[in-house]
């Protein structure tokens, strides 16, 4: 069994200084978002044991809000990440097979990350399951499992969506 975890950056600034889509940073709303997400991981106790995460700046403030209170946590910054689309995010998630973690997080982009944790799912575990159909919002956190032994066998629709949860269904939930 193998647990994926699919996390959308947070609230990113609308323009960064350089005008570079890669350099926005979050909002002050988005690392507290970030924050509440990885709080609600550890909580739940789904800390993951590799990250792998886009080299945009927002990518990299999400991963550092979203595990801050972790204990060290092996991530990979991959500049592939940016942009993909799900054939691609497929790609990155395979290239964890020799690493070997349970739990994989995939810090990425809409709308390729949306779509991609659409066509991996196969089953739904959740009522929540249909708000992620219709969207995925910033630090939105889809948690997928396989029945499978190595990240090498992840393909479409083979994936069971445990839950779906986003900073307002923790803040709900409180």
Known sequence: MRRLLLLRHAKAVKQSPSGKDRDRALEPRGHDDARMIGAWLQQHKMVPDLALV??????????????????????????????ADPGELLRAVRTAAGRDPRRLM?????????????????????KTGAELADHLPTAGLAILDFAIDSWSDVSFRRGRLEDFVTPRHVKDAS
């Not at 999400?62 to 942009?83: C, F, H, K, M, N």
């Open 54 to 83: 886009s080299t945009a700046v927002r990518t990299r403030e999400t991963w550092d809000s979203v595990s801050a209170d972790w204990p060290t946590v092996e991530i990979d910054l991959q500049d592939d990440l940016y942009g």
């Open 106 to 126: 995939v810090i990425a982009h809409n709308p390729g990350l949306h779509e991609f944790a659409l066509a991996l799912t196969a089953s739904v575990n959740t």
